[in-house]
């Protein structure tokens, strides 16, 4: 799998910064190549059978638990290294932490993603990205690896909007969805089906002290 870097002024790289600084969030369908939609896929189901993802948790140092009232999926950390096809992934999520700083001047210093798998009934309640006492991570992006998704399946992200409407996103493979992560209450609904996604977050340097 060769790199995917591609220019910071790319049409739809520079589409998802408009949306970003009008809506604070945007949707973009076909985000990723099908290839490589397919191979994250693929790297994720053959982790989850070699029993690489855990449950996540929820909270943050002391207080991380697991808690499947709240949230069921499994996850696994990626990091530079770990594969082709993830660093494939990662190079185009640089590219858009790129564009965002170009047009938004956010000051976002680093990227951080996992894979999420939710087997089926899994759901992960209500919440906003961003914890009180760690305010670094700025921008969330998730990216669907669900081949023929299809409604009866479940498993919508529901975004609750500024306006105080709803909008619900099928995840259907290649889509990505970005939004601030401070800003924007969301929650996955359960699914019918394994849902696949790698979920992630461009952060700044944060209010820590040195």
């Keep these: 799998m060769r790199a995917m870097h591609i220019s910071h002024d790319h049409p739809l790289l520079l589409r998802i910064v408009d949306d970003l600084a009008t809506h604070g969030w945007s949707r973009q369908d076909l985000f990723l190549p099908h290839a490589l939609t397919q191979a994250l896929a693929g790297e994720c189901r053959a982790r989850a059978a070699a029993g690489e993802l855990a449950p996540a948790a929820v909270g943050r140092g002391p207080a991380l638990e697991v808690r499947e009232g709240i949230r069921g999926d499994r996850i696994l950390w990626l990091d530079p290294g770990q594969s082709e096809v993830c660093d494939a992934y990662l190079d185009v999520m640089n590219s858009l932490r790129e564009a965002l700083n170009?047009?938004?001047?956010?000051?976002?210093?680093?990227?951080?993603?996992?894979?999420?798998?939710?087997?089926?009934?899994?759901?992960?309640?209500?919440?906003?990205?961003?914890?009180?006492?760690?305010?670094?991570?700025?921008?969330?992006?998730?990216?669907?690896?669900?081949?023929?998704?299809?409604?009866?399946?479940?498993?919508?992200?529901?975004?609750?909007?500024?306006?105080?409407?709803?909008?619900?996103?099928?995840?259907?493979?290649?889509?990505l969805v970005v939004f601030l992560s401070g800003e924007m209450p969301h929650e996955v609904l359960p699914a019918n089906r394994d849902r696949l996604s790698l979920t992630g977050w461009f952060r700044r340097r944060g209010n820590e002290p040195f």
Excluded: I
Excluded at 139 to 159: C, F, H, I, K, T
Excluded at 164 to 169: C, F, I
């Design 102 to 175: 170009r047009g938004l001047f956010m000051g976002l210093e680093d990227f951080e993603s996992h894979f999420a798998l939710y087997p089926p009934g899994a759901f992960y309640r209500r919440h906003v990205d961003r914890f009180r006492d760690d305010d670094r991570r700025s921008v969330s992006a998730v990216v669907y690896l669900n081949e023929g998704w299809l409604p009866d399946d479940g498993g919508q992200l529901r975004m609750y909007l500024k306006d105080d409407t709803v909008h619900d996103v099928l995840p259907a493979g290649g889509c």
